[in-house]
């Protein structure tokens, strides 16, 4: 009888370790969640319709992923999400760039995530579900950990969501899995310590993740693979674009991490505090925003290898798809390449070229003189390096690459902005002793110089230019356009609006480069039709680094590239609206905004998209608020296109705009259409 009462007593202790769990906000469907006196389990169709299941444990004491299995075969096991997380203090706003938080006199903090959880929540979300956890902590940040399954797919999003009421916060965090390994000797079908991955030459690699401490890996493509004992695989991997803030250069750090000692193996994803430039400025936490701190899992019953293939899927292997009637066209690099050229000779292939060309750039337009060459200058000099200028954007087009000349000028107008000519101009940025606005020169022909910023705009009118605000809101253009909406030179349609990047990151929200889109959006309330373009603002470039994180492109709808002669014809499409942005994983090739007879609005949208798609929005304004209306995508499946129309009833509007977000942070957009140009 005592033996008998001490079983029962023990029963009864672990039936009271089991935390809570709210089954409220869960509706059976592609993903079915059964919930037992210690364990949740959970059991969804990946893309051949096989039935995986994951169990994870309700008692606090033990692993929170008892097992992710196929069929009995078991690929992850005895598994803890884990989290490091370093803050720093804020400088000058959210919108900051220049900023390098270390160097704060405060300093920086790093803490060690724990969880201990307290009560667990599961919701259904179209045809996927989410499994939450409270219970984490990490120093300043308090909330819990979740993971979300797609049905249709075997990706699972694994996300810290916690939040800070401190002021000013800047961070970045590190994030993984520990598991149990081989050298586990408990029974299961525990993780291989070898990983897989590509290393920066493309070449697969094998390493060994053992030793104490996180072995950091410079890889291509973002991810990492280990095998299970059961033949299964696992590979981590961090959000494409949202978990890299953005910098001035884009060297590889070593993004992914691996870790086997003592029984368990650990891999992740990884940002480091300072990448040795004096601006570096992390990631932004707003007083009670929810920041969610994700890293990817990918599921696989076969090998590491073929797991790693189908990860690539979802950036294409970081290629932006061609699409019948567009050419691509990325924006805004400081490649120096004249000065080099000069020095090389014309037929020296600068390594930017090979790069963009292999990640299916059709056209890039570049700002040389940034740093480099003599664009102030009022001599000869300057009409010499733009010459060298035009003649090697010449000699790296070709019939699958074109390279159109711009300048960040940054004089007259104020703040940084670009500008592009459709053909070679030559002019100086003021104006030389004794010179002339318009003047002959026995070389070049006319040559302009601009004084002022009457004279500015005039050129720009006379020679067919286009211009733009680069980094708007942020970096040399704090304040800009802003100060300048009155201007005629800024009202005029040669200044086409605004720089569109995903800068800076606050992961509160799906939507990247929300300073720009709300600069968007208020630009067209002032009255005018503005664009944003996509750019992408870095230095020199080649085949090493991790451009993609930091990759935008415009889809310029163009039916054949045109030779260095008619590279206006881009500007021309620019001018027009006729692209749309896109980071390259959701795709939009047919999108219009027309009006409804009622008054509203009616979107259609062609969409094609690698990562499940999170929502759609509608945004519109009446030249004096914006509004918008949020439509979830919650039951789309990865690797898919469809058609969808959607209406927003919005009396007043004169102005909208389209954008589709995915579930990594990714998107697509279009320009504002005004309701004059609509029937």
Known sequence: MRRMALVLLCAAAARAAAVPVDLSQY???????????????????????????AEFSLDAARPLITAISLAGRTVVERARPVYWCETGKRRGGWDQFFD???????????????????AARVRTAGDRV???????????FEGGVAYTFYPGSRLIHQEAFLKTDEPDTAYFYDAGLRMASEADRRPGNNMESTVVFYDTAGQLRRAAAGGPERQPQQVRYRALAARAGSGGSLVVFPAPHQYFFARDFTSNMGSVWSRAWRGEVRLGIRQLPDDNSPYYPWMNAPPGTVQRMGVFLLVSDGGAEAALEDTLRFTHRDRYPAIEGYKTLAAHWHFAYTVQAMAKGFDWTPPFKPVLKEMGVDAAMIADFHGDGHPRDLTDVRLQELEAYYRACRAQSDANFLLIPSEEANVHLGGHWAVAFPKPVYWWMDRPAGGAFLGRHPRYGAVYSAANPAEMIDLIRREGGILYQSHPRTKGSTGFPDK????????????????????????????????????????????????????????????????WAHMNVNYVRMAALPGFDDYGRFLDALARGDFFISTGEVLLPEATITREAAGGIRARVRAR??????????????????????????????????????????????WARVAVWDVAGNGAFINPVWKESTR
């Open 27 to 53: 509706r059976p469907g592609a993903v079915t969640v059964t919930a037992g006196a210690e364990s949740l389990t959970l059991r969804w169709p990946d893309e051949r319709g096989r039935s995986w299941s």
């Open 100 to 118: 390098f938080p270390p160097s704060h006199p405060e300093g920086t903090r790093r803490f060690t995530g724990t969880l201990q959880i307290r």
């Open 609 to 654: 998209w690698t990562f499940p798609l999170a929502f759609a929005e509608i945004v519109w304004g009446d030249t004096v608020r914006t509004s918008r209306k949020v439509i979830p995508l919650e039951e789309t499946r990865p690797f898919a296109s469809a058609s969808f129309e959607w209406t927003a009833e919005a009396n007043g509007w004169r």
């Open 130 to 140: 989410e499994i939450s956890f409270d219970g984490l902590r990490a120093g300043i």
């Open 484 to 547: 300048i909406r009155e201007t005629d030179y800024f009202r005029d349609a040669s200044y086409l609006g605004a720089g569109w990047k995903a800068m800076p990151s606050d992961l509160s929200t799906l939507r990247q480069g929300e300073r720009s889109l709300k600069l968007l959006d208020d630009m067209n309330n002032w009255g005018q039709p503005k664009k944003l373009l996509g750019e992408v603002d870095v230095f020199q470039i080649d085949a090493t680094h991790e451009l």
